[in-house]
Every structure is written in structure tokens, then in C-alpha cells.
Nanobody, 127 residues
């Protein structure tokens, strides 16, 4: 399984970035998709997750880490097998390498019981 993440970069505080993570159709339909981040010297932490594309009849569920609520938004494009993380009002403390991931459930995602990791994409927010 390949998860291709992109969209990182350098931005000033208050700015925005959108990260993308593309994967195969089967993985996209059958997995909870999410984002983590890891700042230098810190543990990798959960950022956001979105429910399976293949179970939209049950509704779309999104989950966020408290510090990003109201600023970040996770979404997906089912036609492109891609999940996005729109990051607004960025702060210097959002600086980290961001990783996309798949998991069997939202609970698994939150506890880092991840099935697959993508390669990271660097986000740097200058003050």
C-alpha cells in the first residue's frame, strides 16, 4: 500500500496550506484515513481522521486533535482516492513533518494503531 503525501512548505504565521494524500481505491474505501505530525524532539501525534469512503451511507465522521479544531479541516475526494488536510490560521507550533496514515477504525487511529504510513511532508510556519 502506498500513501503519497504532498503539499507541505514554508508559510508565515496566519497563513494556510493544504496537504494531500493519495492512495489506492481499495485502501481509500476500506480504511479510516488520517494525519499525524511529528515536531523535532517530540513524539508523533494524531491530528485528524475521516471515516471510510466505503461507508458513507452511515455518514461522514471527522475527528480532530484539540489544538487544531476550528483551524484544520480534513476531507476526501472519492473520485481521486485522495484525502486532504486544509490548514488555516497556521501557528509556529504547527511546524512538523506531517504524515498520512490508514487505520481500521477511528479509535485505532487515535491510539496510533496504524496500518500504513505515508512518507512525511514538511510544514514550516515562520513567526
Amino acid at each position: 500500500v502506498q500513501l503519497q503525501a504532498s503539499g507541505g512548505g514554508l508559510v508565515q504565521a496566519g497563513g494556510s496550506l493544504r496537504l494531500s494524500c493519495e492512495t489506492s481505491g481499495d485502501t481509500f474505501r476500506n480504511s479510516v484515513m488520517g494525519w499525524f505530525r511529528q515536531a523535532p524532539g517530540k513524539e508523533r501525534e494524531f491530528v485528524a481522521a475521516i471515516s471510510r469512503a466505503g461507508r458513507e451511507s452511515a455518514g461522514v465522521f471527522r475527528f480532530y486533535e484539540d489544538s487544531v479544531k476550528g483551524r484544520f479541516a480534513i476531507s476526501r475526494d472519492n473520485a481521486k482516492n485522495t484525502v486532504y488536510l486544509q490548514m488555516n490560521s497556521l501557528k509556529p507550533e504547527d511546524t512538523a513533518v506531517y504524515y498520512c496514515a490508514t487505520a481500521a477504525s477511528a479509535a485505532a487511529m487515535r491510539t496510533k494503531s496504524v496500518e500504513y504510513w505515508g512518507q512525511g511532508t514538511q510544514v514550516t510556519v515562520s513567526s
